[in-house]
């Protein structure tokens, strides 16, 4: 019978799912598209409907539908095979619970405790009326998986107890151990919990509020960093907006958990929530990833037009395109949620480009030209120094020269002389993970992978198109049989040798001739490598008056020579 795995890879090709995050175009046999694993300008990113596979010649990135889902979506194994198996209508059975692995059951003991939130929730009428007061319906605390803390020290971990050990209920970080010594008591006590889910959808850890006001507690705490939950990787809600940001083509980004759960209520289901955490790198990658486009709507108070300078900064120099709602003083997203949808969805209509909205604040705030200006210089520049496209670039250069009635050269000049640490002093300069690839060292080396490529390009098909043992031997009488095995045993560039010669050998007809003139050109550079070799060899001999291995030299220098003219004669 045939596996799980084997079952979604019969149902889904790799077409069928890298063409539904991303946007693939024809290039010979293969589709090709910008990368999605690193900013590119140019499509450097290949899929092979051949061999269900994809490889990345600008940062190597490879593999089948299930890697590919595993790093577009920020999940492990199992996150991609719960993805494709719904894709797939493929049922996902899991092992027996006590055979499974450490981060499985702890997905369990997360599950067990969600389905234990929601059912305190339902005993306790005043949180569901506070709930309801705060604008959310029944369908959405359902679909949210909201729950509450009983208020009391150990219910939680009594309850999970029966099921689970001690140490994995703490490793998922919803019980602490006393100060005092020996106890174990709830992290999570008297509070509103809302679950956080990775990317495939499995709860990963919560995010609790506090229902009862006690200035001694905090009005909100997280799950701590565990094995399944890493904050600065996860985004609130992505799992439930990402097919909304792809389909819509933009991101709506807001800070609570009330304003989130009341934006998809209102079928703006392409928001996701920070959570009270700083906008991170990764982050960013899983928005930018659906689409370069975003809105950040942030509380209209003074913290929360500083985290929209920070994040815009952030996402400007990854290449996005970010633009940030206005609201009212004092109020946040599930204040005008709450008044109105269509007075949401005009806010979100009317949202401005980060320079844009900087420009009108400070002008509504700042009567003095000269002070206005410097402020500019201070605030705005630096985003416009972030922005990678050159034309966007220009257009808001013009508009600042407008805004403040000066040259546009004298703008342009200051923005070229923005420092680093203006651009991004909480994140620092933004360098690319993706190291540059360095070439190959020699044209020898050029065209043994060259060839190596297509010898494994063929023994992949079904039905190769020229005679593969007749071309490796040929090769082995020019390097030798053990430098054959190391260049068709070169794991890490398996799938880039495959994918170049492919692309590269588009025309079935001119193969055998290609391989000719490959065979032929490193041929001739292995002679002219002796050549020079014997040469240097012929030099020392001389210097040393050795007139036996000059002679023998000489003859083999000339051997070399003739066989290279012979074989230019060819």
């Known amino acids: 019978m045939a596996t799980q795995v084997e079952q979604i890879k019969e149902k889904l090709g790799i077409v069928d799912v890298v063409g539904q995050y991303i946007k693939l175009e024809k290039a010979g046999s293969n589709l090709k598209a910008k990368c999605p694993f690193h900013n590119e300008k140019t499509?450097?990113?290949?899929?092979?409907?051949?061999?269900?596979?994809?490889?990345?010649?600008?940062?190597?990135?490879?593999?089948?539908?299930?890697?590919?889902?595993?790093?577009?979506?920020?999940?492990d194994f199992t996150g991609a095979l719960k993805i494709l198996g719904e894709k797939a209508g493929v049922q996902i059975v899991y092992e027996r619970q006590d055979i499974r692995d450490e981060k499985s059951r702890l997905h369990?003991?997360?599950?067990?405790?969600?389905?234990?939130?929601?059912?305190?929730?339902?005993?306790?009428?005043?949180?569901?009326?506070?709930?309801?007061?705060?604008?959310l319906d029944d369908k959405t605390i359902k679909t949210w998986r909201v729950g509450y803390s009983p208020d009391s020290w150990s219910s939680l971990y009594e309850h999970l107890k029966g099921k689970f050990n001690t140490d994995e209920i703490n490793k998922a970080g919803l019980i602490k151990k006393s100060e005092k010594g020996g106890d174990y008591y709830d992290r999570f006590r008297g509070r509103i919990m809302f679950p956080i889910s990775d990317n495939s959808g499995r709860i990963i850890a919560f995010s609790g509020r506090i229902f009862k006001d006690n200035e001694n507690e905090a009005k909100y705490i997280n799950s701590p960093e565990t094995q399944l939950f890493s904050k600065s990787k996860i985004l609130y809600g992505y799992d439930k907006a990402k097919f909304s940001i792809r389909k819509l083509n933009f991101s709506i980004v807001v800070e609570g958990q009330m304003d989130i759960l009341l934006s998809h209520q209102a079928l703006f289901t392409n928001t996701v929530a920070l959570s009270g955490t700083a906008l991170t790198e990764e982050q960013v990658g899983l928005l930018k990833r659906l689409s370069g486009n975003v809105v950040l709507a942030f509380d209209s108070d003074s913290a929360g037009v500083a985290s929209s300078g920070k994040s815009a900064m952030l996402m400007l120099s990854l290449g996005m395109d970010v633009k940030v709602t206005h609201l009212k003083q004092g109020e946040d997203p599930s204040d005008v949620l709450n008044r109105s949808k269509d007075e949401w969805k005009k806010a979100i209509r009317n949202s401005k480009h980060i320079v844009d909205f900087y420009l009108d604040i400070l002008r509504d705030s700042i009567d003095d030209k000269r002070k206005l200006r410097l402020k500019v210089g201070q605030t705005v520049l630096p985003y416009i120094k972030v922005i990678s496209n050159k034309i966007d670039q220009e257009h808001f250069i013009s508009v600042v020269a407008h805004r403040l009635g000066v040259a546009e050269d004298a703008v342009r000049e200051e923005v070229e002389n923005v420092l680093p640490a203006q651009i991004c002093p909480e994140f620092g300069e933004y360098k690319s993970s993706i190291e540059e690839r360095t070439p190959e060292s020699t044209k020898r080396s050029s065209i043994e992978n060259k060839l190596a490529g297509i010898i494994?390009?063929?023994?992949?098909?079904?039905?190769?198109?020229?005679?593969?043992?007749?071309?490796?031997?040929?090769?082995?009488?020019i390097v030798g049989i053990e430098k054959v095995e190391s260049l068709l045993n070169q794991g890490d560039r398996f799938e880039e040798l495959l994918f170049e010669a492919e692309l590269t050998n588009d025309d079935s007809d001119k193969i055998r001739e290609d391989l000719d003139e490959l065979i032929y050109h490193l041929k001739k550079e292995y002679i002219k490598d002796d050549l020079e070799k014997v040469f240097g060899e012929l030099k020392s001999a001389e210097e040393k008056g050795d007139s036996e291995k000059i002679s023998k030299k000489l003859k083999k220098y000339k051997e070399l020579s003739d066989e290279l003219a012979n074989i230019n004669t060819k």
Do not use: H
Not at 47 to 74: L, M, T
Not at 456 to 477: A, C, E, F, G, P
């Open 43 to 75: 499509p450097s990113f290949f899929v092979s409907p051949a061999r269900n596979s994809y490889y990345c010649f600008g940062c190597n990135a490879k593999g089948d539908i299930f890697s590919f889902v595993e790093q577009f979506e920020g999940v």
């Open 108 to 135: 369990s003991i997360m599950e067990d405790a969600t389905l234990f939130f929601e059912e305190n929730l339902n005993k306790q009428k005043k949180v569901l009326e506070y709930l309801k007061k705060r604008g």
């Open 456 to 477: 494994l390009w063929q023994k992949s098909m079904d039905k190769s198109l020229v005679n593969v043992d007749s071309v490796i031997t040929d090769l082995k009488k």
